[in-house]
């Protein structure tokens, strides 16, 4: 009975870190494609306004639990604002 509970919570944790890698993973990607979009035409407003917003979002994400825990192992860091 241990030994399927302890299966259980291996998985569970496993599951746990795969999504919040992929979370972090997407919107990583999200920074991305806003930065390219930005380096077209750095004067926009809008354009500097979305990366920004992702950019927050990714930071606030990585400052939540468990994503603070696993984000640096992960090799994920803070994104810089434009």
């Not at 890698?21 to 919107?27: P, V």
């Not at 930071?59 to 434009?82: H, M």
């Amino acid at each position: 009975m241990q030994v399927l509970l302890t299966v259980g919570l291996i998985a569970a944790v496993a599951v746990c870190l795969f999504t919040v890698t992929r979370r972090l993973a997407r919107m990583r990607e999200e920074i991305k494609l806003a930065w390219k979009k930005l380096e077209v035409d750095p004067s926009s407003e809008a354009i500097t306004h979305v990366y920004n917003k992702h950019v927050a979002a990714y930071n606030a994400a990585l400052e939540d639990f468990p994503a603070n825990v696993i984000g640096p192992i992960a090799g994920f860091k803070p994104a810089r604002r434009f």
